[in-house]
């Protein structure tokens, strides 16, 4: 017999396969573990003598994202007859890297007892999710470099209101009616395992009748920052999340207002993932990603300029010497359209053309009345020559 773990506790379901192997090199027997316990059938030995043999694991890793175990313990069986008129005796003993193994399990059930059975360990790769978004300005992908985001999360805070029942709700206690090493027919030490407790519940809080399970809505996402991108060419891309452990985790993705009033700046999104454990004995996760309450498929955060109403045709503009393409020019609106909004007749300073045209008829107005004048004094001087004559 021995033992099988998966990340601490005794696996479930039947992933695991083991070989024992003789000192020929042949594979002699095969076992699956079966909720954590690898039994092998009997190998019928009826002879005294000193049996050995090597119990390893079958690597299956390239099959699964599973860290196997390949630890290999050496089996001694004595099968000793000290009385002919009694049955034979077998004693097994077992030996890890050339030195005897007493084995000392994990906290399994509660209690750390001594084992001194083979116990192999394996452990499940961590999941990730690398989160993505794109990012467009006046409806068309992002040039260059700029714009900020954050991404802010990690466990999901519950905050439905309501209670499920978890693990901690429970108890395991024994059912099993024999004392461990206690020895049976066969000369064993029995031993509880994990099929010798049953859960019982201990909560006293009461579990909702609507609902079975907590879903990823229940969950809010924690203040924590994780990381800031900057978007370039359009894309923004966030560092791989890991997860070791089964859960729900929320995020929230948003763009860093920097106060441009020349930019509306988007939304946010929150992303929730859920680790869970796949029909492959593997971590896996589901993302999903919503905004404002709806759920989408992918990130996408748009911006649009802010232009405030021109005269295109002014000649008196002053010239583009903004080298940043993806930052408006904002003109200020003229006089003239803002007099004529409000029926008042106001020369616009701005229209070159017209002011040389008032010029020229002050100019002209002026040489008229300098003429008149002089034409004045002269019709003045005769007619007072006349009259004295």
């Not at 050995?52 to 001694?76: A, G």
């Not at 560092?239 to 948003?254: A, Q, R």
């Not at 988007?266 to 990603?289: M, P, Q």
């Amino acid at each position: 017999m021995a033992l099988k773990l998966v990340d601490g506790v005794l696996s479930k379901g039947t992933w695991f396969h083991f070989e024992l192997i003789d000192e020929n090199g042949k594979v002699v027997h095969t076992a699956q573990s079966i909720d954590g316990i690898i039994q092998f059938d009997s190998l019928g030995l009826d002879k005294v003598g000193t049996y050995r043999y090597i119990l390893r694991e079958v690597n299956e890793d390239n099959e699964y994202r599973i860290d196997y175990d390949d630890t290999e313990y050496e089996v001694v069986i004595e099968v000793t007859q000290p009385d002919i008129t009694k049955p034979l005796i077998c004693n097994m003993t077992y030996y890890k890297d050339g030195k005897l193994y007493e084995g000392n399990s994990p906290n399994i059930n509660g209690n750390d007892d001594k084992k001194n059975v083979p116990i192999f360990e394996n452990h499940r790769l961590s999941a990730n999710v690398q989160l993505e978004a794109k990012k467009y300005l006046d409806n068309e992908l992002m040039n260059g470099t700029g714009f900020a985001f954050i991404l802010q999360g990690g466990k999901g805070l519950l905050d439905c209101g309501y209670h499920i029942h978890d693990d901690s709700c429970y108890e395991l206690q024994l059912i099993c009616g024999l004392e461990e090493d206690e020895n049976n027919e066969e000369g064993f030490t029995h031993e509880h395992f994990d099929i010798y407790y049953e859960k019982v519940l201990i909560c006293h809080e009461e579990e909702s009748i609507v609902y079975k399970k907590h879903i990823q809505s229940c969950y809010s996402a924690p203040t924590r920052l994780i990381e800031e991108s900057i978007a370039l060419n359009g894309k923004i891309e966030f560092k791989p999340l890991w997860f070791d452990e089964i859960g729900t985790y929320v995020y929230n993705i948003h763009e860093r207002n920097d106060a441009n009033t020349s930019y509306t700046y988007d939304t946010l999104y929150c992303v929730a993932i859920e680790v869970f454990i796949n029909n492959r004995n593997e971590l896996d996760t589901k993302v999903t990603i919503t905004r404002d309450g709806e759920q989408v498929e992918n990130i996408r955060f748009d911006n649009y300029t802010v232009i405030t109403p021109s005269n295109p045709t002014n000649p008196n503009e002053k010239p583009n010497n903004n080298k940043n393409p993806n930052k408006p020019i904002i003109i200020e609106e003229n006089i003239d359209n803002r007099n004529n909004a409000n029926n008042v007749n106001t020369i616009n300073t701005g229209d070159s053309s017209d002011l040389y045209m008032y010029i020229t008829l002050l100019w002209i107005t002026g040489i008229s009345l300098v003429y008149i004048s002089i034409h004045q004094r002269k019709f003045s001087k005769f007619f007072k020559c006349r009259i004295k004559r």
